[in-house]
């Protein structure tokens, strides 16, 4: 074909299908959710086998279709006594997530591979494959043992996240426990971060471990600043001012975290992006009708989530209680990068533990993120931090401060 007549073409083409013309915008360098659940029996029950189609939010096709090309899984337990049968039952619980995120990997080996460094990170995306990397949500899992952090740093955990829904061993939670008698945030009795928090974030900064600072009190966070000798990350937090819960950080937090150099990651968690009491009500009816119709006293998030009935009844809470849209948490990720700076803001969706939001409710619409972060006017060049770029940054740093 003569020059003439291929610019003529490609001139016809350009006004009768745009797309032509107009290629899609690039996918980010890396991008990277901080903030993964899984289910105690992931990989092993033939519905949660991560390879296949599941009913998970994250599996390995969902985040190969989405363009979502990192994830920290986490081991995640709930917080139970402070006597020595708690913190052996969490230490079992936490086994069980390791060894499954063990699983995963040895079975798909073309498809994910372990990050424990920003390079092998890197390395794989370059190299056309996932990466998994660990996190733990609530070091109640420890079992109160010093010991069991550098057990974790060996099994490829490279973020600690201090504490969950109640107090425990190391500091206060954002959300205590009140109806066993634990005081609230910010009143007399919130002491912030024990002696052994302190060893812990201490051995973490030795070690390379990232300290999270994601559920703790606002006294446990101005303790962890004092404290650690590395930047913090907040692995799924929000912004206080944008929405009133005790879950986000207020401004004065978020300035501070990026002082240090650190990052908080914007969870695309619908409490935390929206208040809806109307929703919320109807959410818990939702959960002890399913609960009940299958013959158990309880909700539990593991057994009933995936089940058809409740699939069914979220679909009609949604339409009467739509969730926050994808545009609603790009607004949330501003806020932060406007108080606390541009590169000290990143991304989490809390998927499998209660993320999910409209425009990103798996990971499969993980491009979506992106176009809403284009549509507020980010720059290709700031979504780069966003997603992935200010989370190795801090990653590299605490890495290089190491001393084991």
Same mark, same amino acid.
């Given at each position: 074909?003569?020059?003439?007549?291929?610019?003529?073409?490609?001139?016809?083409?350009?006004?009768?299908?745009?797309?032509?013309?107009?290629?899609?915008?690039?996918?980010?360098?890396?991008?990277?959710?901080?903030?993964?659940?899984?289910?105690?029996?992931?990989?092993?029950?033939?519905?949660?086998?991560?390879?296949?189609?599941?009913?998970?939010?994250?599996?390995?096709?969902?985040?190969?279709?989405?363009?979502?090309?990192?994830?920290?899984?986490?081991?995640?337990?709930?917080?139970?006594?402070?006597?020595?049968?708690?913190?052996?039952?969490?230490?079992?619980?936490?086994?069980?997530?390791?060894?499954?995120?063990?699983?995963?990997?040895?079975?798909?080996?073309?498809?994910?591979?372990?990050?424990?460094?920003?390079?092998?990170?890197?390395?794989?995306?370059?190299?056309?494959?996932?990466?998994?990397?660990? *996190? =733990?949500?609530?070091?109640? !899992?420890?079992?109160? @043992?010093?010991?069991?952090? $550098? %057990?974790?740093?060996?099994?490829? #955990?490279?973020?600690?996240?201090?504490?969950?829904?109640?107090?425990?061993?190391?500091?206060?939670?954002?959300?205590?426990?009140?109806?066993?008698?634990?005081?609230?945030?910010?009143?007399?009795?919130?002491?912030?971060?024990?002696?052994?928090?302190?060893?812990?974030?201490?051995?973490?900064?030795?070690? *390379? =471990?990232?300290?999270?600072? !994601?559920?703790?009190? @606002?006294?446990?966070?101005? $303790? %962890?600043?004092?404290?650690?000798? #590395?930047?913090?990350?907040?692995?799924?937090?929000?912004?206080?001012?944008?929405?009133?819960?005790?879950?986000?950080?207020?401004?004065?937090?978020?300035?501070?975290?990026?002082?240090?150099?650190?990052?908080?990651?914007?969870?695309?968690?619908?409490?935390?992006?929206?208040?809806?009491?109307?929703?919320?009500?109807?959410?818990?009816?939702?959960?002890?009708?399913?609960?009940?119709?299958?013959? $158990?006293?309880?909700?539990?998030?593991?057994?009933?989530?995936?089940?058809?009935?409740?699939?069914?009844?979220?679909?009609?809470?949604?339409?009467?209680?739509?969730?926050?849209?994808?545009?609603?948490?790009?607004?949330?990720?501003?806020?932060?990068?406007?108080?606390?700076?541009?590169?000290?803001?990143?991304?989490?969706?809390?998927?499998?533990?209660?993320?999910?939001?409209?425009?990103?409710?798996?990971?499969?619409?993980?491009?979506?993120?992106?176009?809403?972060?284009?549509?507020?006017?980010?720059?290709?060049?700031?979504?780069?931090?966003?997603?992935?770029?200010?989370?190795?940054?801090?990653?590299?740093?605490?890495?290089?401060?190491?001393?084991?």
């Amino acid at each position: 074909m003569n020059r003439l007549r291929h610019l003529a073409l490609l001139a016809l083409l350009g006004s009768t299908f745009p797309a032509f013309a107009q290629m899609a915008p690039p996918d980010p360098p890396i991008t990277i959710d901080t903030h993964v659940d899984i289910p105690f029996t992931y990989m092993r029950e033939a519905r949660f086998d991560a390879g296949k189609d599941t009913p998970l939010l994250v599996d390995l096709g969902k985040m190969e279709r989405g363009g979502l090309n990192a994830a920290f899984f986490v081991i995640w337990v709930p917080q139970h006594k402070l006597d020595a049968a708690g913190y052996a039952k969490a230490v079992n619980q936490a086994e069980e997530k390791y060894e499954a995120i063990g699983r995963m990997l040895m079975m798909y080996p073309d498809r994910i591979r372990l990050a424990t460094s920003p390079e092998q990170a890197m390395a794989n995306r370059k190299a056309g494959l996932l990466s998994a990397m660990i *996190g =733990i949500e609530n070091a109640y !899992s420890l079992g109160h @043992d010093l010991n069991r952090l $550098d %057990a974790a740093y060996d099994r490829g #955990a490279r973020y600690v996240g201090l504490v969950h829904v109640g107090n425990n061993d190391l500091c206060t939670s954002s959300l205590p426990d009140k109806d066993n008698g634990e005081p609230a945030m910010n009143s007399k009795g919130d002491h912030g971060m024990t002696d052994f928090g302190r060893q812990v974030v201490a051995r973490a900064n030795a070690l *390379g =471990i990232m300290v999270d600072i !994601s559920h703790a009190s @606002d006294a446990c966070v101005h $303790d %962890a600043l004092a404290v650690s000798k #590395a930047p913090l990350i907040a692995s799924h937090s929000g912004a206080r001012a944008v929405l009133d819960h005790p879950r986000n950080l207020p401004d004065d937090l978020l300035r501070a975290i990026a002082a240090k150099g650190g990052v908080i990651q914007a969870v695309a968690y619908k409490e935390f992006l929206k208040s809806d009491p109307g929703r919320e009500a109807a959410e818990k009816k939702l959960q002890a009708e399913v609960a009940h119709a299958a013959g $158990d006293k309880e909700y539990d998030s593991d057994k009933h989530d995936y089940l058809p009935a409740m699939a069914a009844g979220m679909a009609k809470i949604q339409e009467k209680f739509p969730l926050p849209t994808v545009d609603d948490y790009v607004k949330q990720i501003r806020h932060i990068a406007e108080v606390a700076g541009i590169d000290h803001v990143g991304i989490a969706s809390d998927f499998d533990g209660g993320g999910g939001i409209t425009g990103w409710k798996d990971a499969s619409e993980t491009r979506n993120v992106t176009a809403a972060l284009r549509r507020a006017g980010f720059s290709d060049a700031d979504i780069a931090k966003i997603w992935g770029g200010n989370l190795l940054r801090v990653w590299r740093e605490v890495e290089r401060d190491a001393h084991h």
